[in-house]
């Protein structure tokens, strides 16, 4: 089972910041949260990741709590090629076998 | 684009026939993984290869098998297919370091079995 709890669908308003919530209350000390999106039938694609401290990049800013027990994706500035489902994933920590446990994600609509 | 390439793009195949799927790694990356997406589902964690070995399998069966390659390309070969193995399979490869690898994914090979 996914270790994250996402909401389902969220929309936003094109120009505007879409701020994407994660919960994972039970996140190992040595566990990183990535962000992936999905355009339909395509393949993941890879955002951003973090362990402690938030980070940016060029295409998004990932803010985690203190306690990690939750994040958030922004992207700054949202356009229609955003639309995407949205997975936010807890994995990593060295361990051998790093596998993705892909949850339900959250469905970003970007209207004009 | 991520360097990961998959191939075929699609494939068709009827029930009990067995299939190969095939994965190029991105430039420098010694790990792959596979993953299974059924229709409205997100990517299910098939295994893993590192280094030419097995390293980590989700719940599918021994029917799923897969390969990896010194030049780190992969297969993926399912035998004794059913229909509800009809679904997208997508690799991702990465580079095994310390701390963690971050994977990056192939575009998909889309699966249909009649």
């Known amino acids: 089972d996914a270790k994250t709890t996402q909401p389902t669908s969220m929309d936003c308003a094109e120009g505007r910041a879409a701020n994407l919530p994660c919960n994972h209350s039970?996140?190992?000390?040595?566990?990183?949260v990535y962000w992936y999106r999905q355009i339909h039938s395509q393949g993941p694609q890879y955002i951003i990741h973090?362990?402690?401290n938030n980070e940016t990049n060029e295409m998004a800013s990932l803010i985690i709590t203190e306690d990690r027990k939750s994040s958030t994706l922004i992207l700054p500035h949202a356009t229609l090629r955003d639309t995407a489902v949205y997975y936010c994933?807890?994995?990593?920590?060295?361990?051998?076998?790093?596998?993705?446990?892909f949850g339900g994600g959250t469905r970003l609509m970007v209207k004009p | 684009e991520t360097g990961v390439t998959q191939s075929p793009t699609h494939l068709i195949k009827t029930r009990g026939q067995q299939v190969t799927l095939r994965c190029s790694s991105q430039s420098g990356h010694n790990t792959v993984s596979w993953y299974q997406q059924a229709l409205g589902q997100g990517p299910q964690f098939i295994f893993q290869y590192y280094r030419e070995e097995e390293n980590g399998r989700g719940n599918f069966p021994p029917r799923f098998s897969g390969l990896q390659f010194p030049n780190y390309s992969s297969e993926l070969n399912v035998n004794a297919l059913e229909l509800d193995d009809s679904a997208l399979y997508l690799c991702a490869s990465s580079l095994r370091t310390r701390g963690t690898d971050t994977q990056y994914f192939g575009p998909g090979t889309r699966l249909t079995v009649l």
């Open positions: 994933i807890v994995s990593g920590g060295g361990n051998a076998g790093n596998m993705l446990t």
């Open positions: 039970t996140i190992s000390g040595n566990e990183y």
């Open positions: 973090g362990l402690k």
